[in-house]
């Protein structure tokens, strides 16, 4: 369809969605393009920035979630790195368990492919955007960010996908206990006992 033929009609941002949905299911998120969102929906590129920011904003939109959990996480973290394990744990606890996230969560369930998409994709940033407000160089970052999505991760699919017991019926603040000087000594603490830390 030809550039102009859809110029922001009530229908157009919820085209735009009901296409980027399924490019997203289909192709993940670093593939799939908002120009191929466009053509597909029919609509001028230009028209997608209007509704929509970037490509994040709009997987946002798509699956329906009406906060960033990226934004929370980088002011959270951005509070420095006394305690930040703690702070961490327990945002994404209640972010997950709030009703926003019970929805989201039971979505994935139900459909794995949508999993697949925002499960990695969204711990991803989230821990890319606490690596970056604590400021941590790029070499100790990448080491530091592959354990913090591996706990981050591992308790999402555990604990709200596959609801593995013990994990999915232990109370908040034991998980808080538990979890929270592991992610901080990820974050902060020396990974190599044999190394100085920077």
């Known amino acids: 369809m030809g550039a102009g033929r859809r110029p922001g009609k ?4 919820g085209a735009i969605l009901d296409v980027a949905r399924e490019h997203f299911v289909e192709f993940g998120f670093a593939k ?3 120009r191929g969102i466009a053509r597909d929906a029919g609509v001028d590129p230009a028209l997608v920035h209007h509704y929509f920011a970037d490509k994040h904003a ?3 939109a798509a699956l329906s979630i009406s906060f960033d959990p990226v934004e929370l996480v980088r002011r959270v973290a951005s509070e420095g790195p006394d305690n930040v394990g703690h702070r961490i744990i327990t945002t994404a606890l209640t972010m997950w368990e709030s009703p926003m996230g019970v929805t989201m969560l039971g979505a994935m369930r139900s459909d794995s492919a949508l999993f697949g998409v925002f499960g ?3 711990v991803e940033q ?3 955007a606490a690596m970056a407000a ?3 160089t790029r070499d100790e970052a990448q080491e530091r960010a592959s354990l913090m999505q591996a706990v981050m991760t591992g308790l999402v699919f555990s604990r709200y996908i596959m609801c593995v017991d013990p994990l999915a019926s232990l109370p908040r ?3 808080i206990r538990d979890l929270a000087p592991i992610l901080q000594h990820i974050i902060t603490g020396d ?3 044999r190394r100085a830390r920077r």
């Open 32 to 34: 799939t393009s908002l």
């Open 191 to 193: 990974l190599d006992p």
């Open 126 to 128: 989230i821990v890319k």
């Open 134 to 136: 604590l400021q941590i």
């Open 58 to 60: 709009l997987f946002l």
């Open 10 to 13: 009530p229908d157009t941002r």
């Open 173 to 175: 603040e034991l998980l």
């Open 120 to 122: 990695p994709y969204m």
